[in-house]
């Protein structure tokens, strides 16, 4: 009977000892749903660079639209803010969905959509967000910057996180090939 009583008198101190009122937090995270797709149906690939959070996709040539597929994920978390950010505005273009659709998700006076700033509205835990990018002239130093943030906090105790993620995508314009027809 008195080993009866220990074990009820430890699993009740075990379970009291838990905090139930805390939540779960998760660094949110940026993803390719599919590997990004060109005008000419040619998929591309990304590579690692010496360099941390910053990878290399392969080369794309002017004229080319490149289509990407982004999931935006903040698990248990509200997704707060995002942006895109062009290194070189004169070389390429970004066309991004309609503002009807950027306006259901995004609020729209806090965003600036035109400079890849988007504030999310409350309670978006993820997104499906694509759009496309436009090679306009030569450049070997275009690059998108991609930068999301959530409300996850960590305490700095155990758990090792942070509410933001970001990483770069060097993207290399080469001159378009001339085609010619036989």
Known sequence: ???????????????????????SNYT????????????KNDTLSAKYTDVADVYMLDSISVGDTVTFRVLLNGFSNNLTSYTINRSDTTSTRLL?????????VFNST???????KFIFKTSVLNL?????????????????????????????????????TSFVLKTPIKKAKNQTLN
Do not use: H, R, W
């Open 110 to 116: 806090a965003s600036n959509y035109s400079k890849g």
């Open 96 to 104: 991004l969905p309609g503002k009807n659709s950027l306006d259901s």
């Open 28 to 39: 949110p995270q940026i993803s390719f749903v599919t590997k990004p797709l060109t005008n």
């Open 128 to 164: 499906y967000f694509p759009f496309k990018y436009i090679a306009l002239k030569e450049s070997d130093n275009a690059q998108i910057s991609f930068t999301l943030f959530s409300d996850a906090t960590f305490d700095g105790g155990t758990f090792i996180g942070t509410n933001s």
């Open 1 to 23: 009977m008195k080993s009866y009583f220990i074990i009820i008198l430890l699993i009740c101190t075990v379970f009291s000892a838990c905090d139930l009122t805390s939540t």
